[in-house]
Every structure is written in structure tokens, then in C-alpha cells.
């Protein structure tokens, strides 16, 4: 390293030195002449925008994505509604100007101030919503004295609109305002305190596409915060449309179909597991949720026995009953338990340990085969194929026909169900499988629980030949212009565990239960469409047989009646519809599930759009 | 050993305007944080910046302590160290505002991106002290200073954090500008520059585009940087030539000012104290500055001579691109304001460089054997 003497010497590093301060005074008078323009030249029009702290963000909402039926039905819109707002810092005497306001509107003064409470947190500038979808009335009244009103504000925002009143809500859901401990999240980066965010079903679950962006503008407003001009606009963006999988027309019909009773109806297509029908009764006005649903009627939603808060299709367990004997048929069959020639005798019971085991039909059904067994739903064929089978076994099948997991639906909190094992039992219980056990399980009345969504996946797949799909319930999603944003294609999750003659004979089986003079659906029968199917009836308490079989059935206390159960598909050969009922304390498949299924399937057959509709 | 003449030459005056830069800066920042705070208690990061500013000067007594020369001899360790943290930002960084650029070590939370900038400026300091010649420097003498400039910026553009990446090029720049460059070779490089614009562009990610262009044109983006800086423009052009006064500031109060207290807070003095704060500011800020030229330019070894004149550049490049931005002369990017911002790591980094400065500046007595280089 060289030292040297002395910068000073050299007289070419005294010159770049002397260039580097010219340079820095140069900076430092533009800074300085910036801030003569800033502070003297411009300084008077500056400190009156700034008393009057004029220029403010004004912001507006975006928007939310539509959400259309797969025939292109809207069935979710946005409407405008006018919301009064006030900003404190313009309102003078706050609470002379929300008296004022409350006696032109009408609305205790105490509730008006107690939203400012609320409030109080966010800067004085920012306006603070009073009350939210005025009506017509009151939006004149306080158009009329807007200058007796200094601070309060109408901003048109828009407000989601349910078209059909309770139709399909668990489905579409609802929307609630996002809370402080949600926004701290920071996983929605668009939402400001008072925003509203899907809270329950399909607009929970694809918040993200359908909230939008917001927009914004800057204003110059006037000393009571009314806008002189907007300097400044940022359009929002709308969210993004959904198309559903749902049928409008039949979900409709289903709903009305269950008239007031409670239940679940589950629709799909076989072939690709589009949800056509998803109904959980009974229902709830989504309307009532928007802008806070109160506190009488969220009590009276709470309290209903019925559980209307609950989508029952995915979230309430039900044990299958005799819908299950489709699962001992494939379980029997493919372990060689038995075979298509192999009959059992039905005295109408059987001895098993020291217990005697009921068929439903006390007078019995003399011999029967494997497809009589399905079609007369004989328990006693059932409670033999599962001796020989075994529990495990029956859980081997029932898993792996998507039994006791879950269906992978886009919505939340879906439910399990239970399929028991003797390995389960252990751990649950501390106790050893009784063989008595099985013997209930195989007629589906032990530990077995199911949700309808699952039951209609599985009769899909049995129908289809043996492919299980994911339910599908968004089909495009699509921006404003049209343009698809995602296609979510239907998505094969496994196939039922059985040979194609395994499923043959449980197709035909099925078939006779509707189309055989002694099957146990024959009174459904349709004239120009085959229904394949399998009722259920549920024991929600065990009572003696002969006490609620026959004419005192009516006599049984509602809530101790048995669930009915339907499961089917139509037409038998290429099905194009899968269904699931389930009617709670509808006593008899046959009777209370069935018909509804008929219904909807010649409903749905007829449309002449779905009379071509093929398999893929 | 102890030199005596250590503290003869200590350089009081420097010491005395880095006080006064501080105790303004504090005063500022205790209004930005109580303004608009109806309890009146004292702000926790207000207390948190004193002693960050203490720290700070037991740091520049610390740097006080080692011969700025024995810096020449550790120049590729420190550098080193630095790089190292920089990649271990990248592995263990904690995120913050969309990008990962602190780095926990205990319960104290730095940002290595800012050390980074003393470190290269040393290194440089120590290749261009072996080469520098009226001639001017040619292109084979450039390239070990353009690996070492080029390795932390692509680290902390990586981050992402534009703002110090481009900071850390203008410092470099400044200082190979300054050590001179052969005539052709400026003028090659030049052209470099100016036709890897448009590659650079390419490169930016979508929000640093927009802040770009919201630059030039503010209406692009006006509900967020153009708000900022009409609002920005507001407070500042509302001081008018006195202020409005101590606390008294609307704008602030309101908190209408996003970032009031970190790069923002030229704002507030401007809006409380007027033309006549700011340019004492402005004025102080230029004295510093002239200093620490004077330092460079005295020193008579080469490379103490380059190291202060690199962390002068440092400091103007730090003043000149925060006020340039809130006056709205410049894109918002986030550069502190040197003694005034609140930050610990923009404070430590720049007591480091007033601790190097003051280093350099009292041990610049006649020559002594003991000081003589070969």
C-alpha cells in the first residue's frame, strides 16, 4: 500500500474533492428551493387542506361474485342498499346531530350511539355505519334535512340478496361481518372492519374468489364532510362468478317435497358427481344474516329441535339401516360368504347366543337368495352373511366403498360417519366384539353411522359401475366478462371394491326392490323409467317391535320414530341421477323416503335437456 | 497504549453535531408519537429509539477504540461475516411486510442489509486504496470491486428490499466516480448502465413497478403511495415559513401520515416547525457532510481517505433519496432519514459510520512510526 503525504498536494484529488461539494450544495438547494415551493409558495392552499383535513379516502366496496345454477338461474345477487354513516370529526355536536337523526328516522337514539361506542377506536375521519339498508322513508327524510345533519352520510353500497328465500342455504350459506381478532389474521388482505365475509357454506368456501377488490376514491370534502370533488378513482373490482352443479328447478322440488318434514336429500350425477339436489331440512333465511341477524331470531334458529343450523346432507350422522345391506351384499359376495344360488331360510327370526335376532317381517320370508334378500331387505339372509363374513370384513367393504370418511365435498365441518371394527371396539369401549354385534351390523343398525351425501356417493358408484367421484358443486368459476377464471373438473376418488358380477347381481337386486311385485319399493314404481334402490329404516330407539309395528305406529312419540331411508338411481342401465333420502322420523323408507325420490326422478328424467344427457 | 493524542485530536465538533442531529430527532419523534394520543404517556418505541441511540454511542466508542488501518486488514472478514448474515436471512429471516429481511439474534432483531453498506464500503475503501492514480482506473481493476458490489446486492434485492439494493449501488458508484475511472471506461460504463435499464425493469417485481410508475405518474396509484404522498405534501407545505408549533401538528395527529415516525417524519417536523426547522435541518445535515469530506479529504492515508469519503456518501445518499421522497421529488421507497428515523438498525449503522469518521478524523496526526504503513 502506498502512503503518501498529503491530499492537498495532488492537485487532481483537491479538484474532485471540490467537485463533490459543488455537488452536494447543489442537492441541498434543490431540497431547499422544493421547500420554499412546498411551504411558502404553495403553503397557504396546503395549511387550509389541512385544516380542514380535506383530502380523504373515501372507500367502496367491490362487488361480490354472483352465484348461478348450473342452467345459468341466478340465485344469488347483490342489490343496492343505502347505509347512513357518520364521521365524527365533521358531526359538530355528535350527540345533538344523532338525535336529530334519530327522531327523522325513527331508530332509538341509545343504538345509534352505541355503534359510535363501538367504534370509537378508528380514526375520527373514517366513517362509522349507523345503520345499514335504510328504507325508502327514511333515506328521503334524511336527503330532506342533510343540512341539519352535518357528518352524516348516505353511501350506496351493495348488499348480497338471496333471491330464493331458504332455498338451498346450507349450500350457498351466508355472510357475517368479519371480526378484529379475523382481520389481525391478515388472511384477508381486502377486508376492512365492517366488511362482510361468507361464513357458512359455498360462500365461506370460496371467499377468495368471491370477494373482489376493493376500490377507492380521494375527495375533497367540505367543512361538514360533504364532497366538494373527487380528485381520484380507483374502480373496484368485482368478485368472481360461481356456477354451480345445483338444479334450481329440482332442488325446489326436493324442498318442497319434504314439505315440513326434517331431513336431508342429496341429488348427484352418477357420472361425474355433480351435486344436483343438496337439501337439509329444516331451512333458514338467509336474508336475515345480512347486516347481523338478531338476537330473537338467532335464539329461535339455536333452540329449533329440528337443528336448522346444521347442513344435514354432510354434518349429521344417521346409522343406515338396511341401505347398508348393499355394503353385506359386496362384502359377502366378494369374500365367496356366499353366492348368487345361495338361499337361507326366514322363519322371521334367528336364534343366535342366547338371543333371538327379528326379521321386519315377523311372518318371515321363506327361502330366500341374494337378490331376494336385497329386494325383500330380509335381515335374516343379512344376519347369516354377516356371521359368515365377520365384522372386519364388513369394514374392509364398507371403507373402501367411501364409508366412514370423508367425501372430500368443498364445505366445511363434513362429517366422518363411524364404521365399527373389532379393533375400534377395543379402543373405545375396553371391550371385546360380541358376536351378536355383527349381526346388527350387517343389517346397518350397530355403531354404524352415515351421512346422506356419503349414501349417495356410494348408490352413485354402484349405479355408474363402480366409481366413486368426489362431490363436485362449483362447476366454473368466471370473471364478469364471462372468462373462466378455474373449471373444476370432476374427480374420480376411487372405485367400489367389488367385480363386475358382484355389482351385477347388487344392480339387480336392487332393481327388484323397486320393480318386483314383493320388493320393498315396488309402490314407486314410474312408468317409463327403471329406479334401482334400497330403503332403510332406522331404529332411533329400541323398542319392542310389536309396541310400534301396525296401527300405533302414529301413537309413538315423534321423536322416537324410526328415520326413513331411500337410496336409488334411475334409469337402472345408464343412470343419469343418483338419490339419497333421508326423512328423520319418517318411520318407513318405503313409504316416507321413496316417493320423494320418485318424484324428483320423474322430474328430472322429464326435462328434455336431461333426457339426452349420456354418460361421459 | 493509550495515545494521548488520541483525545487532543478528538474531533468534538463532529461529536457535537451528531448530538444535536439526535436530540432534533428525538424531539421529532416524541411528537410523531404523542400527537393524536389523548393519555399523554410516553410513547414505547419513543423510549425504545433512546436507547437504541444509546447503544448507538456505546457502538461509535467501541469503533472509537480500533485504528480505522487494522479495518484494511480485517476488510474480507467483515465483509464476509456480513454476506453470511445475509444468507442466513434468506434461510432463518423473519418476515415482515411481504419480505424476509431481519434476522433474530437473542431478543434483538436486526437487519443485516444495513450493516452490509459499511462492510462493502470498507472493502471497496481497502481495492481501490492499492489502485487509485490520476490515469484513472480501467476495466480490469474494476472487477473485483463489481463482485463485491454485486454479491449483497443481489442477496438484498432478493429479499426483496429494492430500495437498500439500489442504495447500496449508488454508495459504490459514488465512490468509484470519486476514485476516478479512465475516460473511456466511464463512458462505456455509462452506456452499461443505461441500456441495462430496461433488463432491470423486467426483472422488478410487480409492486416495485407500480411504486416506479406511481412516481411518475401519482395518479396511477391513488389510494395508496400517491395518497401517501398528497397527504406527505399536505403536512409539509402546511408548515408554512414558522410551523404550527410543538404537538401541534394536524396532519400527524390524525394520523393521516402513514409511517409517520419511521420514513415519513420529515413531515412532521416540517408541518410543526416550518421552513425554519427544516432548513436548520437542511443546514445541519450539509455541515456533516462538508465534515465529513473535510475528514476525507485530510486524512493522509489513502485508505481512511476512501473508506470517509464512502461513508459520507452513505449518509447523502440516505438524506437525499428520504427527503427527496417525502417532498415528492422521488419514488416512495423505504431509505431512513440518518438520526431521525426511529430504527435500531438504521441508527447502529449510522453510529458505525460516525464512529469510523471520528476514528479516522483523531487518529490523522502527523506521522509516527507506529502509524507508518509500508
Known sequence: ?616 | MFDRRLIKHFDWGLVALIFIIGMIGLGILYSALTAGNETGAVHVLFKKQMVWMGAGFMVMIIILMIDFRDLDKINLFVYSLCIGLLISVIVFGQIGGGSRRWLLIGFIRIQPSELMKIALIISLASVYSTCISETGLNFRKLIKPAVLCLIPFGLIVDQPDLGTGLLLLLIAGSITLFVKLERKVLYILSGICLAAVPLLWSGLKSYQKSRILTFLDPDRDPLGAGYHIIQSKIAIGSGMLAGKGFLKGTQNALSFLPEHHTDFIISVLAEEWGLMGCSILLLLYFIVLLWGLNIAYNCRNMFGSILAFGITAMIFWEIFINIGMVMGLMPVVGVPLPLISYGGSSVITNMVGFGILLNISMRNFSSNKNYIRP
Not at chain 1, 545 to 568: N, Q, T
Request: net charge positive.
Open chain 1, 1 to 616: 500500500m502506498t502512503e503518501f503525504s498529503k491530499n492537498q498536494d495532488k492537485e487532481w484529488i483537491k479538484q474532485r474533492f471540490i467537485g463533490v461539494s459543488v455537488c452536494i450544495l447543489f442537492v441541498f438547494a434543490l431540497l431547499f428551493l422544493r421547500l420554499v415551493y412546498l411551504q411558502i409558495i404553495k403553503g397557504e392552499e396546503y395549511r387550509l387542506l389541512s385544516e380542514k383535513n380535506a383530502v380523504r379516502l373515501k372507500s367502496i366496496q367491490s362487488s361480490r361474485g354472483l352465484i348461478f345454477d348450473r342452467n345459468q338461474k341466478l340465485l344469488v345477487d347483490n342489490r343496492p342498499s343505502f347505509n347512513l354513516k357518520i364521521v365524527l370529526e365533521d358531526a359538530g355536536d355528535v350527540k345533538e346531530t344523532v338525535e336529530k337523526l334519530a327522531q327523522f328516522i325513527q331508530e332509538p337514539y341509545q343504538e345509534l350511539m352505541d355503534y359510535i361506542a363501538q367504534a370509537k377506536n378508528g380514526a375520527i375521519y373514517d366513517p362509522i355505519t349507523l345503520k345499514k339498508d335504510i328504507s325508502r322513508d327514511q333515506l328521503a327524510i334524511v336527503e330532506a334535512h342533510k343540512f341539519d345533519l352535518p357528518g352524516i352520510l348516505i353511501d350506496i353500497e351493495p348488499t348480497r340478496y338471496y333471491i330464493y328465500k331458504k332455498t338451498a342455504a346450507h349450500l350457498l350459506g351466508y355472510l357475517g361481518q368479519i371480526n378484529s381478532k379475523e382481520l389481525k389474521t391478515g388472511k384477508y388482505p381486502n377486508v376492512r372492519s365492517g366488511d362482510s365475509i361468507g361464513r357458512y357454506g359455498i360462500e365461506k368456501q370460496f371467499e377468495g374468489y368471491l370477494q373482489g377488490k376493493r376500490g377507492g376514491r380521494q375527495i375533497e370534502v367540505d367543512a361538514s364532510g360533504r364532497t366538494i370533488k373527487v380528485l381520484k378513482t380507483v374502480e373496484p373490482v368485482a368478485g368472481f362468478d360461481l356456477n354451480l352443479t345445483l338444479d334450481l328447478d329440482l332442488q325446489q322440488a326436493a324442498e318442497k317435497l319434504l314439505e315440513d318434514r326434517d331431513g336431508a336429500v342429496v341429488a348427484m350425477d352418477p357420472n361425474n358427481g355433480d351435486i344436483l339436489v343438496m337439501v337439509s331440512h329444516p331451512s333458514f333465511d338467509q336474508n336475515d344474516f345480512i347486516g347481523g341477524i338478531s338476537q330473537e331470531k338467532w335464539a329461535e334458529l339455536i333452540s329449533d329441535p329440528g337443528k336448522p343450523m346444521i347442513n344435514k346432507t354432510i354434518q349429521a350422522e344417521y346409522p343406515p339401516a338396511s341401505t347398508y345391506k348393499i355394503i353385506t351384499t359386496l362384502a359377502a359376495l366378494e369374500e365367496n360368504c356366499i353366492n348368487i344360488n345361495t338361499t337361507a331360510y326366514c322363519p322371521g327370526f334367528l336364534e343366535y347366543g342366547n338371543r333371538t335376532y327379528r326379521c321386519w317381517n315377523k311372518y318371515g320370508h321363506g327361502n330366500v337368495n341374494v337378490t331376494e334378500g336385497l329386494s325383500q331387505s330380509c335381515d335374516v339372509f343379512y344376519y347369516q352373511a354377516g356371521i359368515k363374513a365377520g365384522v372386519d370384513k364388513l369394514a374392509k367393504y364398507a371403507m373402501g366403498c367411501g364409508l366412514g370418511k370423508v367425501t372430500g365435498i368443498l364445505l366445511e365441518n363434513e362429517k366422518d360417519g363411524l364404521i365399527p371394527t373389532s379393533a375400534w371396539k377395543k379402543k373405545r369401549y375396553k371391550e371385546s366384539w360380541q358376536g351378536g354385534e355383527t349381526l346388527s351390523v350387517a343389517i346397518g343398525q350397530g355403531y354404524n353411522l352415515v351421512t346422506p351425501l356419503q349414501m349417495a356417493v356410494l348408490i352413485a358408484a354402484v349405479g355408474n359401475g363402480g366409481t366413486l367421484y368426489r362431490p363436485r358443486i362449483v362447476k366454473t368459476i368466471k370473471d364478469g366478462s364471462g372468462l373462466v377464471i378455474k373449471k373444476n373438473e370432476s374427480e374420480i376418488t376411487g372405485g367400489l371394491p367389488a367385480s363386475k358380477e358382484t355389482l351385477d347381481i347388487v344392480r339387480n337386486g336392487l332393481l327388484k326392490v323397486v320393480q318386483d311385485e314383493r320388493g320393498t319399493a315396488k309402490r314407486i314404481r314410474l312408468k317409463d323409467v327403471e329406479i334401482a334402490g334400497k330403503t332403510g329404516t332406522a331404529q332411533v330407539y329400541n323398542l319392542k317391535k310389536e309396541d310400534k309395528r301396525g296401527a300405533e305406529a302414529k301413537e309413538v312419540k315423534y321423536s322416537l320414530r324410526d328415520h326413513a331411508w331411500f337410496v336409488c338411481y334411475a334409469p337402472a342401465k345408464n343412470p343419469v341421477i343418483a338419490i339419497s333420502v333421508m326423512v328423520e322420523h319418517g318411520e318407513h323408507g318405503s313409504s316416507a323416503a321413496a316417493p320423494i325420490a320418485a318424484a324428483l326422478i320423474a322430474q328430472y328424467i322429464q326435462e328434455p335437456a336431461n333426457k339426452k344427457v349420456l354418460p361421459e
